[in-house]
C-alpha cells in the first residue's frame, strides 16, 4: 500500500511541478512588473513659515500620519521656489503647493496636478479712501508687489502688465506679507499686493485700518478671460463687520488657486491619500466656497494624474473607503498580483487532471502495440525459436504488467491488459510451427 502511495505521489509529482513552476514564474513576472509598494514617508514643500500653506502643510502631515505616512515639510519662500524644488529631480520633494499660472506643462513635463485645493485672493489694498477699481490708477504710485520669487509677485506682474503697467511705471518695492502690512499702514509705499487667505490676521488688520481701502477690481471677468487660471470671487459687503459695515460695499477681488502639483512618479496610493487629506483639510465652507467644492479639478497648468481624475471623478476607491491605509494597498496588490496568476493556473488546473489520466493510461496501453504484432505473427507459419522468442517476449511483459499499481479507478484496464497477455499467449501456443528452428 506504502509503494502504491509513493507510486501516485510520483506520478504526481511529474505533472504538478512543471505547473507549480508555470505559476510561480507568471506571478515572479508580475511582481517585477509590478509599481512596487507605497512608501512610509513623503516630502512636501510649503511656504514661508506661519503662512497659509505652511499652515496646510502641517494639516496634511497629521492626517497622513494617522495612516502611518511621514510627511516632511520643507518651508520655503513660496510658489515659485516651490516649482523649481519640484524641477529639481534631486531636490527630495515629491508634491507642493503651487500658486495657479506659476510654471508651464511645456517646460515641466514630468509634473502632475492633483487638483485645487482652495481659492487664493488677490487683495490689493491702497492708502486714502478713494475708491480705486481701474489698476491703470496706479501709474505713479509705490506698489508694494511681493519678494521675488514669491506666487504674489509673479501674478501682480502679470496682472500690471496687462494694464500696460510696469515696476518701473508704478515704482515696485519688493515687500509682502508682514513687512509689506507695515510699509502701508506706515506710509512707505501707497498700494500692497497680497496673496492670503480671508481668515489671515494680517488681512484683518488691514481691512480694519482707518484711511486704507480695498481695490474694488472692475472687469474682473476680462481678466479672467486673458488669464484662465484666475477666478472672479465677490467678498461681500459687511462680511467682516456687520455693525461697521466693513467692506462697505460688494468687492470684485481676483484669485488664484492653490494647486497640488506632483511628481509623476509619485505613487498613485500616495496621491490618494494626499487628496484625502486635501478634503478633509479643504471641503469646508469659507469666505468664497461653499461646502465640498474643494479639492477640485481644474486647469491649474499641469495635467491631472490619472488617479487624481478618477477621485475627482468617483471618490476613493473602493478598498480605501472601507479598510485602513496599509490593509487596502496590500489587498490592492495582491489582487492585481493573483490575477495574472490565476489566468495562468486555469488552464492548468484543466490540463493537469487528463494529463494524469494519459499518463496512468499510457503505461497501460503502451503493450498493445506488441500484443497485437505478437498475434499477427501467430497467424501464419512460425518458426519453433520465433515462438520461444515471442513467449519470452510476452513473460517480459506479463511481469512488468505485474509491477503496475494504477490507482483503483484503473484497475478494470490493468486487469483487462493481462486477459490479453493470455489471450495472446493461447494464441502463440497454438500457433503452428514450420520451417528451421
Known amino acids: 500500500m506504502r509503494r502504491l502511495t509513493e507510486l501516485h505521489l510520483r506520478e504526481w509529482l511529474l505533472i504538478g511541478t512543471p505547473a507549480v513552476l508555470i505559476a510561480v514564474a507568471g506571478f515572479w513576472f508580475t511582481a517585477k512588473f509590478l509599481k512596487p509598494a507605497p512608501p512610509d514617508h513623503v516630502t512636501m514643500a510649503t511656504g514661508v513659515a506661519g503662512g497659509g500653506y505652511a499652515e496646510f502643510g502641517d494639516a496634511y502631515r497629521r492626517i497622513l500620519a494617522e495612516d502611518g ?27 507642493a503647493l503651487v500658486q495657479g499660472g506659476i ?4 517646460e515641466a513635463p514630468r ?11 488677490l487683495w490689493i489694498f491702497c492708502r486714502g479712501r478713494e475708491h480705486i477699481t481701474r489698476l491703470a490708477q496706479l501709474r505713479g504710485r509705490r506698489v508694494a508687489i511681493g519678494l521675488p520669487g514669491s506666487g504674489t509677485r509673479v501674478l501682480a506682474r502679470e496682472i500690471l502688465e496687462t494694464n500696460n503697467l510696469t515696476e518701473d511705471t508704478i515704482a515696485g518695492v519688493h515687500v509682502t506679507g508682514v513687512d509689506g502690512a507695515e510699509a502701508l499702514l506706515g506710509g512707505a509705499v501707497d498700494c500692497l499686493f497680497i496673496i492670503a487667505a480671508p481668515e489671515a490676521g494680517i488681512v484683518r488688520a488691514i481691512m480694519f485700518a482707518d484711511d486704507v481701502s480695498l481695490v474694488d477690481v472692475d472687469r474682473a471677468e ?3 478671460r486673458r488669464l484662465p ?21 460688494d468687492v470684485n477681488l481676483l484669485a488664484s488657486t492653490a494647486d497640488i502639483v506632483a511628481r509623476e512618479g509619485l505613487h498613485p496610493a500616495v496621491q490618494l491619500l494626499v487628496l484625502q487629506a486635501a478634503t478633509r483639510t479643504h471641503g469646508v465652507a469659507g469666505f468664497f466656497q461653499r461646502p465640498g467644492e474643494f479639492p477640485q479639478a481644474r486647469d491649474a497648468g499641469f495635467p491631472l494624474s490619472d488617479g487624481a481624475r478618477r477621485f475627482h471623478r468617483s471618490g ?4 480605501q473607503r472601507y479598510l485602513p491605509y496599509w490593509l487596502a494597498n496590500f489587498t490592492d496588490r495582491l489582487l492585481v498580483m493573483l490575477v495574472p496568476v490565476i489566468a495562468v493556473l486555469f488552464p492548468l488546473v484543466q490540463t493537469v487532471p487528463p494529463l494524469y489520466r494519459w499518463r496512468v493510461r499510457s503505461r497501460i496501453y503502451r503493450w498493445y502495440g506488441e500484443l497485437m504484432f505478437i498475434e499477427n505473427e501467430t497467424r501464419r507459419s512460425i518458426t519453433a525459436g520465433e515462438k520461444r522468442d515471442f513467449g519470452e517476449r510476452l513473460d517480459a511483459i506479463e511481469r512488468v504488467v505485474h509491477q503496475q499499481h494504477p490507482p483503483l479507478a484503473y484497475a478494470d484496464q490493468l486487469y483487462a491488459l493481462r486477459q490479453h497477455i493470455d489471450f495472446v499467449r493461447q494464441k502463440l501456443a497454438a500457433a503452428a510451427v514450420g520451417g528451421p528452428s
Not at 82 to 89: E, T
Request: proline fraction near 9%.
Open 69 to 95: 505616512v511621514r510627511l516632511d515639510l520643507r518651508a520655503t519662500e513660496g510658489s515659485v521656489d516651490n516649482y523649481r524644488l519640484l524641477l529639481d529631480s534631486g531636490s527630495g520633494v515629491d508634491f
Open 103 to 106: 510654471g508651464r506643462r511645456d
Open 111 to 121: 509634473l502632475v496636478s492633483l487638483g485645487s485645493v482652495a481659492y487664493e485672493p
Open 222 to 224: 476680462a481678466y479672467v
Open 229 to 249: 487660471y484666475l477666478s472672479r470671487v465677490t467678498l461681500p459687503r459687511g462680511v467682516y463687520d456687520l455693525e461697521r459695515d466693513i467692506p462697505p460695499r
Open 316 to 319: 476613493p476607491p473602493f478598498l
